[in-house]
C-alpha cells in the first residue's frame, strides 16, 4: 500500500519537473536578503494555494514567512524550506567566476532549491492522500531569513511548530546523507559604541572616538581565543566606522557571531565578551549599548528519522550526472586545490575518504556516520528541533570539495546539478512524510527518541522573549547589498 501512495507521489513530482525547476531558476534569479524575499516567497504562496493549499503569507511577524497546509486530524507533518540569498557571491550558471551582478546578492547556499523542494514534496503528499482516501494533515513552512536572523526561532516563538508531530527539511550539499550531528549553538549580538566628534587634527583631544571602542574591544576578543575552549568559534565584522578621517566618530558599532556546542558552554564565553566590550568603553570614555537580538540553539539529532530519509533516499535512487553535468564540475573543481579538498574530506570524517578525492558530483547514497559529533555551523533548525523531531538531510548539489557560501555554490544551484538535486530531494522528502504519516509506530519511534534525547530539557528562547524581527534593519543592510547593477 505504502509503495503505491509514494509512487503517486513521485509521479507528481516528474510530470511538475519543469514547473518546479522553473520556480527554482526564478527564486535563484531573485537573491533577495533574509526578511525580504518578497518575490520568492510570494512566487511558493501563490503556487501553494493553486494546488489547494490553505496559505497564510506573513506569520510571526514576518511578511516573507509561510505557513501553508492542506489536509485534517493527524498526524501533522511539516515540510520546512528556505528561500534567502548571501551576498557578495553574484554569479552566473557558469564554472566560473562571473558575477551576474557586480558584489550582488547569490544563492551560494542552494536556498533557491531548499524552498521548491519544500514546497514540492507538500504538494506531492497533498495529492497522494487524496488520492489515496488517506488522513493527515501536510504544512509546509516557509521559513525566511535563516543565514541572518534566524527566521524560524520568531516561528517557534509563535507556536507555529507546536501541534507539529514531526519537521522534515533538505539542504543543498556535497554529499547524499541524512546526518546525525548537532550543530553549535550561538548567540547574534551587536555592540553599539557612542562617543563625541572633533576635528581629528585640530583639536582631537576633545573627541572620544567609538571606533577606536570598537577596535579595542576586537583586540581583546582577539586574545580571548586562547582561553575558550577549542570548540568554541567567535567571528565579527564592523558595521559602523566612521564617516572619514579628519572626523573622530562618534559612533561606531561591530556585529558578533559566538558560538558553541552547547549553550551551557557559550554562556560564559559571551559573558567575558561583554565584560571586553565594557572594558573598551572604559578605556576610551564612550557610551556601550549590548543589543542581544537573539540567538540559536543547537541541534537535537534524530536517528529515526535519519533512518527514514536514507531509506527512502535508496527507493528513490541516486542522481546520475550527464558528461556535460561532470564536466561542469571538473572546472568548477579546478578553482581550489586537491589538499584543500581533502583536508575537509578528513575534518569532516567521511568514512573511507579516500574514495571520493577524485569525485567531483557524489552519487553515493551514505549511511551516516557523524552521531556524537557537532557541526562547526549554526541554524535555526536547531530550535525547531527541541520543539518537535526534526531533520535536515543533505542531497548533492555543490561540487565535492567546493566551499559553501561560495560563488561556486551559486553556480551550481542555478544549473542542471541544481535541478537534479532538487528533485532527488522532493522526492525522498515526500516519501519520508508518507512514511510518518502511514506508520504510527514509526511516529511513535521518532517520538519516544526525541523525548529520551532532550533528557527532560526545556526550549527557553534566548534573549527578548517579546523580540520583534528586525524588518527595517534587514532592509537596510539588503539596499546596501544589492550590488551595482
Known amino acids: 500500500m505504502i509503495e503505491m501512495v509514494k509512487e503517486t507521489a513521485w509521479k507528481w513530482i516528474d510530470d511538475h519537473r519543469d514547473r518546479l525547476t522553473e520556480m527554482s531558476d526564478e527564486i535563484w534569479g531573485y537573491v533577495e536578503y533574509g526578511l525580504c524575499e518578497d518575490r520568492s516567497s510570494r512566487l511558493i504562496a501563490d503556487e501553494l494555494k493553486k494546488h489547494g493549499f490553505e496559505v497564510k503569507l506573513g506569520v510571526a511577524g514576518m511578511p516573507t514567512a ?6 485534517k486530524g493527524v498526524p501533522v507533518i511539516a515540510a520546512q524550506g528556505e528561500y534567502d540569498a548571501l551576498p557578495g557571491i553574484s554569479n552566473k550558471a557558469v564554472p566560473w567566476k562571473e558575477p551576474l551582478v557586480e558584489d550582488g546578492m ?11 523542494s519544500a514546497m514540492a514534496a507538500a504538494i506531492a503528499v497533498r495529492y497522494a492522500l487524496e488520492k489515496h482516501g488517506l488522513e493527515g494533515t501536510i504544512r509546509f513552512y516557509g521559513t525566511p531569513a535563516e543565514e541572518n536572523f534566524g527566521g524560524k526561532v520568531f516561528m517557534v516563538l509563535d507556536g507555529l511548530y507546536e501541534d507539529v508531530d514531526a519537521c522534515i527539511s533538505h539542504h543543498p550539499s556535497d554529499m547524499n546523507v541524512a546526518g546525525l550531528s548537532s550543530s553549535n549553538a550561538t548567540n547574534g549580538v551587536r555592540f553599539h559604541y557612542y562617543g563625541k566628534t572633533a576635528h581629528a587634527a585640530g583639536n582631537p583631544e576633545m573627541g572620544r572616538s567609538a571606533l577606536d571602542a570598537v577596535e579595542l574591544m576586537n583586540i581583546g576578543v582577539n586574545y580571548l581565543r586562547e582561553h575558550v575552549i577549542q570548540e568554541a568559534r567567535i567571528h565579527y565584522v564592523i558595521e559602523n566606522g566612521g564617516g572619514q578621517p579628519n572626523v573622530v566618530p562618534d559612533y561606531a558599532s561591530s556585529w558578533y557571531y559566538v558560538r558553541a556546542p552547547r549553550r551551557d558552554q557559550l554562556k560564559p564565553i559571551f559573558e ?3 565584560k571586553i566590550a565594557q572594558g573598551a568603553a572604559l578605556m576610551t570614555e564612550t557610551e556601550l549599548k549590548v543589543d542581544h537580538s537573539g540567538g540559536l540553539y543547537n541541534l ?3 536517528r529515526s528519522l535519519s533512518e527514514v530519509v536514507t531509506a527512502n533516499m535508496r527507493l528513490v535512487g541516486a542522481t546520475e550526472w550527464t558528461k556535460e553535468e561532470l564536466g561542469f564540475a571538473a572546472e568548477i573543481a ?10 575537509g574530506l578528513r575534518k569532516d570524517k567521511v568514512p573511507d575518504w ?3 578525492v577524485d569525485v567531483d558530483l557524489m552519487t553515493d547514497i551514505l549511511d551516516p556516520w557523524n552521531e556524537g559529533e557537532t557541526s562547526p ?45 532538487l528533485i532527488f530531494a522532493s522526492k525522498t522528502m515526500a516519501g519520508s ?3 510518518l504519516m502511514t506508520t504510527p509506530d514509526l511516529l511513535r519511534k521518532v517520538k519516544e527518541e526525541h523525548e529520551k534525547r532532550l533528557g527532560g530539557q526545556v526550549y527557553k528562547p534566548v534573549g527578548d522573549p517579546d523580540r520583534k524581527p528586525p524588518l527595517e534593519q534587514a532592509r537596510k543592510i539588503a539596499e546596501k547589498l544589492k550590488g551595482k547593477a
Open 66 to 71: 509561510i505557513s501553508a497546509e492542506w489536509g
Open 433 to 435: 512524510v508518507l512514511d
Open 272 to 274: 567575558r565578551i561583554k
Open 334 to 343: 579546478k578553482t581550489f586545490t586537491k589538499e584543500s579538498k581533502i583536508d
Open 377 to 421: 555551523g549554526s541554524t535555526d533548525v536547531a530550535d525547531v528541533s527541541w520543539v518537535t523531531p526534526a531533520i535536515e538531510f543533505g542531497t548533492a548539489c555543490n561540487v565535492l570539495g567546493a566551499p559553501g557560501h561560495s560563488w561556486q555554490f551559486v553556480a551550481c544551484s542555478g544549473s542542471s546539478i541544481g535541478h537534479k538535486s
Open 300 to 302: 537535537i539529532p534524530s
Open 106 to 116: 547569490g544563492h551560494g547556499c542552494g536556498h533557491n532549491i531548499h524552498g521548491t
Open 354 to 356: 579516500e574514495r571520493y
